[in-house]
Structure formats: C-alpha cells, structure tokens
C-alpha cells in the first residue's frame, strides 16, 4: 500500500514528523507538498494532489491530509467521487472510521494534535480493516448512490 501525504503551511510541520514516522514503520509513502514551508500556500493545492492519487488507486493506496483544522483538506478530498474523508480527533474515532466506513483519507487538525497523539491516529487507523458487515456496505453503497446522482 502507498501512503500518500500533503499539508499547507499549518500542517507542514506535523506532516513531515509523520512522514517520518510512517517511513520508520516500514510504509511506503510518497509526499506531494508542500516540500518547503511557505506561509502563502493553500491547503486545496495540496488536497488535491492526495485525492487525485488516491482515487486513481483506490485498493492500493489511502491518503492522509493536514491543515491548521482539518476541515478545509476534509472538504476538499469529499470532492472526489470514490474517496471517503474523516476529520479525526482521536484513536477511537479513527477505528471506527476504518471498521465501519473503510475511510481512505484521513484529514488532521494539526493546530489541535501533539505529535504522539497524531501518531497513534494514523497508526490505528492505517491498522484497522474494514469490517465489512453488511450494515456498513448498505450504508456506504448509499453513498455511492448520492455521488452518481
């Protein structure tokens, strides 16, 4: 699985210590900016780039996003038909994004997460399978009905 990664200025910082951490753990992980930090960027630029490659791949890939929220990456990723964005806060809902809605994006508020608080989210979270219980799959096939309206 290829991890792709991308922040805007606010969340360039706790991008690249979790880039950092996900490489250490053995994940194969591909960063699409920003690659410097500039207090001029914008976080659709870089939500983009992470919701382009992981909806081109979407059985082999997943995405994490920060921004100063989370928000802004979150919509933007929600954007694009087949992705499945959480804004996540916390290990549990982390869990429970994976087990029950096989989220592939994971969006962080990076004004409001320690380093280690954002490393067990995206550890759970890249650990945790999709349940795959029927509840869930009509759930997120009626998902999938609203994006090809």
Not at 116 to 131: D, H, R, Y
Request: charged letters at 25%; proline letters at 3%.
């Amino acid at each position: 699985m290829i991890i792709y990664i991308g922040a805007d200025h606010r969340g360039f910082k706790l991008k690249e210590t979790l880039k950092a951490y996900l490489v250490s753990s053995g994940y194969t992980v591909h960063d699409v900016g920003n690659d410097h930090y500039d207090e001029n960027d914008d976080y659709p630029d870089f939500a983009v780039k992470v919701a382009e490659k992981v909806s081109g791949d979407l059985s082999n890939s997943k995405g994490i996003l920060l921004c100063a929220s989370g928000v802004g990456v979150d919509m933007v990723a929600n954007k694009f038909s087949g992705l499945r964005s959480a804004l996540i806060f916390s290990p549990d809902q982390a869990y429970m994004s994976r087990n029950d809605d096989d989220v592939n994006i994971l969006s962080l508020p990076a004004a409001y997460l320690s380093d280690e608080g954002a490393k067990k989210i995206v550890s759970v979270w890249l650990q945790t399978p999709f349940s795959g219980d029927e509840r869930h799959k009509r759930r997120l096939n009626k998902i999938k009905q609203l994006e090809n309206r």
